[in-house]
């Protein structure tokens, strides 16, 4: 079989590909044509430029990719309740009608007659909304102001259909990759009932579209997405790219039966300069072994293009691919969908919990955790009119319900716009108490400097890690994206820091976490100052090979593990 036969047959049910794929062997992803070439507005690497959205685009020079830049002066939809005023849709039909032809012979020579042709759509729905608003804006508005929502996403959602219409019409690709990121590496980015109101149906539509014109709907996403997977194989998701290991791809495997392709499992953690030749086969051994086996499954790198970004990583990738398909394998038996869920999936569905306060710091904790602002202010104003302190009330009412809320958001209960509009709760609740807390202000348990280490612009992360330190009572000094390992460690000598928290999303941009800790044993400040690390392509391994002391998954954990620490010190 030719790689474009195998994947084909892999979109039966009942297929028999005679082999695994190799990464991304049957596809031939086509990004060169008169959408794209008008939507990237001349960008390329080294520039910062606004695209045809009015969104300032990053790419520097030394970086794999683009990143929105949607800092308060430079967001384009500062006010959701105005987005028909100020969001201005690129006008497609009239910049995009030439050079089609051109387009369309030059792809299909490309893929050939063993590769299928595929047209390449990147920003989603989602991401399209924060690259206007920014992420933590994009969130709370899901609950705020769900009727403009809902209306911007429509409309987002018929820009994206006037494109595929004219990818079908006029490129005639065999399937169209369609990128939309919707969670973190261990979680949604909002809750599962969130997704299926204001993402399920527009999508629909677009994959209804697409599948209409017998085009195959592949849609990448580097994301934990297992509370929604059936929701993913109903609106006609026919191969899933960029499924993380962290989805329990077997488990998933076993459910799905053949319904849809899992192409991933070779996460970013593998992805570095200093990976050596037996780390990756073992890995990528380790994969094969526990997913090959299931079926319908296509091992590649999680990313949304073809390639590592570490050019000696993919030959070993390849290379245990090969020997994988040359070794004699049994036949599968016939696989059955078992009536099982992850633990994961059993978290994100249980029953609310029965949150009936019993006296009022336990009600402020509650209407905390529900993102009830005006209740919140009340409870408050009443628990002073009871007599309360401002300390009882801060640590008994606003801090516990922080630390309740941030236990279900480890466990699968909880999402990001509910701990974003709990901290926006907090806020405002602490104008009201810092003025009758001891001394004038709030008594910081510690003091942490993070920052997005160099060489990496994703600050989403970063961001719900500030706010869960700062909701548990530590002192947070911002250093921002990109910044530098003398950064961090002159700001922790200056700011006389606790902790020094280092972010990454990019696997080329790990090795700065490692010269951090080089900089802070220089300095002398190693055994005052606790160095942690997050984010998706680090691990715990990684932070006992740099030598750091604490690598925790999300950003609950990481503040919960923070003042845990912080407790310990000597007064």
Not at 9 to 37: H, I, S, T
Not at 77 to 87: A, H, Q, R, S
Not at 101 to 127: I, N, V
Request: some cysteine; charged content about 25%; overall charge negative.
């Amino acid at each position: 079989m030719t790689a474009k036969e195998i994947f084909l047959e892999m979109l039966k049910p009942d297929g028999k590909p005679e082999r695994l794929l190799d990464q991304y062997e049957a596809l031939c992803l086509w990004l060169f044509d008169p959408v794209n070439g008008y939507l990237m507005n001349g960008r390329a690497p080294g520039m910062t430029r606004k695209d045809r959205w009015g969104v300032t685009i990053s790419w520097p020079a030394d970086h794999p990719g683009q990143q929105p830049i949607t800092t308060d002066e430079l967001k384009v939809l500062k006010d959701i309740t105005k987005w028909k005023e100020i969001v201005r849709v690129p006008d497609i039909e009239a910049n995009c009608q030439e050079g089609w032809e051109a387009c369309a012979a030059a792809a299909r020579e490309a893929a050939g007659p063993d590769r299928l042709l595929c047209a390449f759509s990147g920003t989603g729905l989602f991401e399209q909304c924060h690259f206007l608003m920014g992420f933590e804006d994009t969130l709370t508005n899901l609950y705020e102001h769900p009727d403009e929502m809902h209306a911007l996403i429509d409309t987002i959602c018929e820009y994206k259909l006037r494109i595929m219409k004219l990818y079908c019409e006029k490129m005639h690709p065999d399937a169209i990759f369609f990128h939309d990121d919707w969670g973190t590496k261990t979680n949604l980015f909002m809750n599962p009932e969130m997704w299926r109101e204001f993402f399920k149906e527009p999508y629909r539509k677009i994959y209804g579209y697409i599948r209409s014109q017998g085009v195959i709907a592949i849609h990448h996403a580097d994301s934990y997405l297992v509370p929604i997977i059936e929701d993913m194989v109903e609106i006609g998701i026919q191969c899933w790219q960029g499924v993380l290991p962290e989805n329990d791809i077997p488990a998933l495997q076993r459910q799905l039966n053949g319904r849809m392709i899992l192409m991933g499992g070779i996460g970013a953690a593998i992805d570095r300069a200093d990976s050596t030749e037996e780390e990756i086969r073992t890995y990528t051994r380790k994969i094969l072994e526990e997913c090959g086996p299931g079926g319908h499954f296509i091992p590649s790198i999680t990313y949304g293009l073809a390639g590592t970004i570490f050019k000696h990583v993919d030959p070993f990738i390849d290379d245990e691919i090969r020997k994988y398909n040359e070794q004699l394998h049994m036949p599968a038996r016939s696989r059955v969908t078992l009536p099982r869920r992850s633990s994961r999936q059993q978290a994100s569905t249980v029953k609310k919990q029965d949150l009936s306060p019993a006296d009022t710091l336990s009600s402020i904790s509650t209407a905390l955790c529900r993102g009830q602002r005006k209740r919140v202010l009340e409870l408050v104003n009443t628990a002073l009119e009871e007599g309360k302190s401002a300390e009882e009330i801060l640590n008994s009412g606003l801090i516990a319900g922080m630390n309740r809320l941030g236990d279900d958001f480890s466990a699968g209960r909880a999402f990001v716009p509910e701990m974003l509009i709990a901290a926006r709760c907090m806020s405002q609740a602490m104008e009201v108490l810092k003025p009758l807390l001891q001394g004038g202000g709030l008594k910081a348990a510690g003091k942490a400097v993070i920052g997005t280490v160099k060489g990496d612009l994703h600050d989403i992360g970063k961001n719900i890690v500030k706010l869960a330190f700062e909701s548990s009572g530590i002192e947070v000094v911002d250093l921002g994206v990109d910044s530098s390992a003398e950064r961090f460690v002159e700001t922790a000598i200056t700011e006389n820091c606790d902790i020094i928290a280092c972010s990454s999303l990019l696997t080329t941009s790990m090795n700065e976490m490692a010269r951090v800790v080089e900089l802070a044993e220089k300095a002398g400040i190693r055994d005052r100052v606790t160095i942690m690390i997050g984010g998706a392509p680090t691990s715990e391994e990684y932070c006992r090979a740099i030598g750091a002391d604490l690598y925790t998954p999300d950003a609950a954990t990481a503040a919960r593990k923070a003042a845990e620490i912080l407790q310990k010190r000597p007064a």
